[in-house]
């Protein structure tokens, strides 16, 4: 099995509940994020918005993106976060 399989990555919320997801669906959430937050930084905690997160969801996301299933989106993101990081 790999990270690219549906279902593949499975977390345990609770003792009865649990949800899976995939290293696609991951990277396709954070670029969403990105792009549609305000500051282009997202919350990582309820209202805060921590630079030090975003940049580990900015390094990976991207990257696993544009070598294995769509476009390169990495250069926008990375413009805009930038000029709102700055």
Known sequence: MTLAEP????FQ???AGSTSTDARSVAEQARWNF???????????????YSYCNQFGLVGSPPQRSRVWAPLHAPAILAEFRRRFE
């Open 7 to 10: 279902g593949c990555l499975r």
């Open 13 to 15: 919320l609770t003792r």
């Open 35 to 49: 792009e549609h937050a305000v500051y282009c930084l997202y919350p990582c905690e309820p209202s805060f918005a």
